[in-house]
């Protein structure tokens, strides 16, 4: 049974390799890459083209021949275009850091996410078991009470009391056995696979650190942010001069030529040409771009500083929600200890005719509750921890003990 558990690091160590929403930001970033890659390749680089023509004039010209062949080389090289390039790398960079911290944060709350399942699916299964342990004490006082009625020791709406809780605790078995079935298709969904019965897991206590790094997501909209900046100053480069050196090489064939001593014809030539332009005029056009991008970027700056405000508040409340999750442990451990102690004494009053079967069914309900309940708190706050290291932009997987 032990080797057929899943356990719940290899759960998240799967579902990060097999996850589709995963695979679509890996696929993101390396789309961003090879972007990144084209770009650099064209910096400082020469472009080398070669093509061909041929055209055949009717009727022919006394000044040309009828049909011409030329094919050409060119080698061309920007030697200077204002910066663009260069900044298009860097907000190219920019862009690609932002889909990598995307990836990694979005691993991350997947993780999180994976823990949560896996404790509620465990919570669930507490409560079932509870659940089948009092359908255990139920049948054997149904069997009890039905002797002592047919001694005339009972009444029967004792048996149907008992009798009705009991069905009542079937339905609420087939209830839970429904949730923890709809948990485990939830799980499934996120690893992309079935999963099969929990192994037991434990997450080690995180540490209160001085020292807060930002989370992926905030790192992500600070590259963004970047990569807008990058993006307006590639726009400057509108204002300055384009200067590109190019060198041509073409070859000619002519086919039906009519003679004519005037005219020679051109077999090959070479031309080397220097051009620059720059823009003197575009009624403000760039400008406004650029102011448009830079509001864009005060826009995300205002988003980054919520964020890192949230980010602030959340730890602390992650750290609240460990300390009340002990508290809540120390109260159901408490309440499992009283419910005990009043079922086992309600039960023996009970089984003695001293107190009816009102009282030992409610006694029997809180035992069972209580039970049920100091599981659950148990395993809040294991889920506690998971957020506490999702909050401080750890890898929960790293910290779980099996």
Known sequence: MLLLSDRLKELINYAQTHNHQIKALEYNSQANAKSLESTKSEYLMPKVVVGGQFSSQTPASPFQAQDTLSAYGQISIDLYDGGKLSSEISQKTNELKASKFDERYNKKALALSIVNNFYNIKNQEALLQARYDEQKELEAQIIRVETFHRAKLATIDQVDKIKSTYANNNYQITATKQDIFELKKSLSLKLGRPINDLGNASIQEPQNSSEEELNDNIKSMDASADALVNTATSLDAAYKPQVALSDTYSVYE??????????????????????????????????????????????????????????????????????????????????????????????????????????YLDALSNKTTATAQYQIALNSLEVAKANCYFQLGLNVEEYINE
């Open 254 to 359: 002519y086919y039906r030529e009519q003679s004519n001593p005037l005219i020679e014809n051109m077999y090959h030539q070479n031309t080397i040409m220097l051009n620059v332009n720059m823009q003197l005029f575009d009624n403000g056009a760039v400008k406004k771009q650029k102011q448009a991008l830079m509001i864009q970027h005060q826009a995300m700056q205002e988003q980054i500083n919520q964020a890192k405000d949230e980010q602030s508040n959340n730890r602390a409340i992650a750290f609240a929600q460990i300390a009340t999750a002990k508290e809540k442990i120390n109260s159901a451990n408490t309440a499992l200890a009283a419910s005990e102690s009043v079922y086992q004494m309600i039960e023996q009053k009970f089984e003695a005719k001293i107190v009816d079967n009102v009282t």
